[in-house]
């Protein structure tokens, strides 16, 4: 048994604002629709009635495994808007390899579905894989436009994600959308534009940050090719941003996250709850770290990253640099951790400063993403978020000098694990994603930077969508964004919760289950269809097929 949405109506052609798949008349009548053989049809019933939920009140201070207690900052953020608005991020490939939208009839039924369940609108990577592919300079938009206008139609909003990386050898990744060729090209006549490890292994998702100022790419910088390319959709785009279009997220490093690659899934080379690899051993990061060893007056601290940081699959314990009282807590080991996250952070800062300057007075909110490694954050050296680049221990605070940096370009910081919860973590791992989500909280809030969330596994269970509700409530999200639409999230029961979830957050919590059959007439029903017993008309298709 499938739960389907279907239509015999095609959201593809233009409709009228007026038309009735867009609004409902008030007077009518509520219902609960439960249709086990009857023909499918997406109903979307009474819309929910909202009232702003009471001033959520700040969390207390808390002391944080690192030792340091954050001062929260009341004044930052945005202020109650009577809840938090959810965000659906859509397929990975919904804008495929050659440019055009997949599976567009059934993702015009499933973006309905959303509107009609109260969500605020869907997220999209808008892949430079896809878009650059022909050549440098050369943009191809027209996939892109054409989903734009898809969720118009639906009454939806966009978050667009200015995707620099690869898509293919993480977690979640379904679709392998490489880099340009052109930069393939490029990448073979130069393996260092690309991070490498203590091992030699380079890794084709990102443009390493080492040369992020130099010529590398057919002529221009890689912050020259980025700054083209989101010149180029702010210009394809311009009477969608600040409306239609109401965020463009920056992509900061591999995944979109500002971070580096140093627990990559593919090929095996890393697995949960490795603590990961410094990614500083291309040509160009070496250059810089020689260079900033020797204004440090100790040139011999630049001839490589630490010896002794061990190997991807390893723990803390079992490597010199990383164990309770090693190498990082010393004098060399402060000086390569200031110089590792310092470049990470001077990256971030290029890239935004380029993307404030374009899409200053848009309309558009600006927000980047930064990795929730909840793995051994119970430990003093914090190893897996050391080789990310996030310079936090149990003695020096990482987030607050990245709060610090996105808050001088007006830049939402977009944190993810927001469903995790520290008792469902295994114990050999040392996680505590609640105290990480915690001490993330107070460095945006010390910032004064609007602080927004996303789910980091696919999750439809209560218990995370409380976890997301209670987090909310207490950070004060401007935002959520849920990963991800796929057939399994339109299947009975997760659908029902997904809903109940969607409801919770706009009520700011008043709310947190929903009953099988809404006889309050005011939440979304789709029940169960016998797809062996339908006939489907030709210009329909599943939701539950994406």
């Known amino acids: 048994m499938a739960l389907t949405l279907r239509s015999s109506t095609s959201f593809l052609a233009p409709l009228d604002p007026c038309s009735k798949l867009l609004h409902k008349p008030e007077d009518a009548p509520p219902s609960c629709v439960a249709v086990p053989q009857a023909p499918a049809r997406l109903r979307a ?16 201070q808390s002391e944080l495994l690192h030792g340091q207690v954050q001062q929260a900052n009341a004044g930052g953020g945005r202020p109650s808007r009577g809840g938090v608005p959810v965000f659906v991020m859509l397929p990975l490939d919904t804008v495929g390899p050659g440019g055009q939208v997949s599976r567009g009839r059934a993702l015009a039924v499933s973006l309905m579905a959303l509107r009609s369940a109260g969500v605020e609108g869907v997220m999209v990577d808008v892949w430079w894989g896809v878009v650059e592919r022909e050549g440098p300079g050369r943009y191809d938009w027209e996939g ?16 667009m994600v200015m995707s620099f990386h690869q898509c293919g050898g993480n977690v979640g990744d379904s679709c392998n959308i490489p880099l ?7 990448l073979n006549a130069d393996p260092d534009i690309v991070y490498t490890d203590r091992s030699g292994r380079r890794n084709p998702e990102y443009i390493s940050l080492g040369c992020d100022t130099l010529p590398v790419l057919k002529g221009r910088t890689p912050v020259q090719v980025y700054s083209d390319y989101m010149r180029s959709f702010r210009d394809r785009f311009a009477g969608y941003l600040g409306t239609v279009i109401a965020e463009v997220q920056v992509g900061l490093g591999p995944c979109g996250e500002l971070r580096y690659p140093s627990y990559p899934e593919a090929n095996g080379t890393w697995s949960f709850p490795g603590i990961g690899e410094f990614q ?29 940081a061990g190997e ?3 723990f803390p314990e079992e490597t010199g640099f ?23 952070l001077e990256h971030g800062d290029r890239v935004l400063a380029a993307a404030e300057a374009i899409f200053g007075g848009t309309g558009v909110t600006l927000s980047a993403k ?21 310079y936090n221990t149990r003695h020096h605070d990482g987030y607050e000098p990245i709060a610090q940096m996105l808050a001088r370009h007006g830049t939402v910081l977009n944190f993810t694990c927001m469903e995790m919860k520290d008792e469902q973590q295994p114990g050999h791992a040392g996680c505590s994603p609640e105290l990480l989500v915690q001490q993330v909280r107070a460095a945006a809030r010390a910032a004064r930077v609007e602080l927004a969330g996303e789910n980091a596994l696919e999750r439809y269970d209560e218990q995370a969508f409380a976890q997301v509700a209670a987090t909310a409530e207490a950070a004060g999200l401007s935002a959520f964004t849920y990963l991800r639409m796929n057939r399994n999230l339109f299947d009975g029961d997760n659908w029902r919760r997904f809903v109940a979830f969607v409801k919770t957050m706009a009520d700011g919590g008043a709310r947190t289950t929903l009953p099988r059959c809404d006889t309050g007439h005011s939440d979304l029903y789709v029940g169960f269809v016998d797809a062996a017993k339908e006939q489907r008309a030709p210009e329909s298709e599943a939701a539950a097929a994406l």
């Open 280 to 308: 500083c051993y291309d040509k160009y990061m070496r250059a810089s770290l020689q260079a900033a060893a020797v204004a440090a007056g100790h040139e011999n601290w630049g001839t490589s990253g630490p010896h002794d």
């Open 45 to 60: 019933l009474r819309a929910v009635a909202q009232a702003p939920p009471a001033p959520m009140e700040a969390p207390a």
């Open 312 to 314: 991807y699959k390893q």
């Open 144 to 159: 892109y436009a054409e989903l734009v206008r898809m969720v118009e139609r639906a009454g939806l909003r966009l978050q």
């Open 370 to 390: 930064v990795a929730g490694i909840h793995w051994h954050y119970r430990t003093r050296s914090h190893a897996a978020e050391l080789t990310a680049g996030y």
């Open 180 to 186: 340009p060729p052109w930069v393939l090209e490029e």
């Open 322 to 344: 990383f164990r309770r009282d090693g190498t990082w807590s010393t004098e060399y080991g402060h000086f390569f951790l200031k110089w590792y996250s310092g470049m990470l």
